[in-house]
């Protein structure tokens, strides 16, 4: 894009006079003492814009089911107790370069909760498969779940097509040290794309 403009400044004649400028144009007459200055501005060349747009990328997250939980069992029999149910988490990215990248995270509000009770969050921790889909360097992550800092589950780049699916069980590590209660929390998953 270039645009050149050439500004001419030149006084413009007393009144009366009506000399002609080197460009052909005829100055405006002004009444006798007065002061003025005449502004010409050429504007040589021209505008061009150009302009290569894409439709930004679109990444959708589905979580089926939204909640699961985990039975009573005894720490002598049961050290670890898995969930009643797993979760599936599907990412679509569309519309996407292959090396735009994308991730979904875990994070949860606090410990697990009761009336006044409580159970480490880092107590529950998963296992993830994918189960379904494909994408460029897509990985499932097995962790630890934590309130502090967000713990990655899915990441890949460029588009999934119709999705990539992911199935995390989630486990809670038992202990006698529990106190009997309803305890529960809430886990936000996130899905950006930096």
Not at 34 to 41: E, F, M, P, Q, T
Not at 45 to 50: D, M, N, P, R, S
Not at 104 to 123: C, F, K, P, Y
């Amino acid at each position: 894009m270039s645009a050149k403009a050439t500004c001419l400044l030149g006084p413009v004649f007393a009144a009366g006079d009506a000399h002609q400028t080197a460009a052909g144009d005829r100055p405006a007459y002004v009444h006798a003492g007065a002061r003025a200055w005449r502004i010409a501005v050429v504007v040589a060349g021209g505008l061009a814009i150009a302009a290569n747009l894409r439709a930004a990328p679109t990444l959708t997250l589905i979580i089926t089911p939204s909640s699961t939980s985990f039975p009573d069992a005894s720490p002598t029999s049961a050290a670890v107790i898995a969930a009643n149910a797993s979760v599936q988490l599907t990412v679509r990215m569309t519309g996407a370069q292959a090396s735009d990248t994308w991730h979904v995270s875990q994070l949860a509000s606090g410990d697990l909760i009761s009336a006044g009770l409580s159970i480490g969050i880092e107590n529950v921790t998963w296992t993830s498969t994918r189960t379904s889909g494909s994408c460029n360097n897509c990985s499932c992550q097995s962790g630890t779940s934590s309130k502090t800092a967000p713990a990655l589950t899915i990441q890949g780049a460029g588009n999934t097509g119709s999705g990539v699916t992911c199935t995390q069980s989630y486990n809670l590590a038992n202990s006698w040290t529990y106190k009997p209660g309803a305890y529960s929390q809430m886990v936000t998953i996130t899905a950006s794309a930096p």
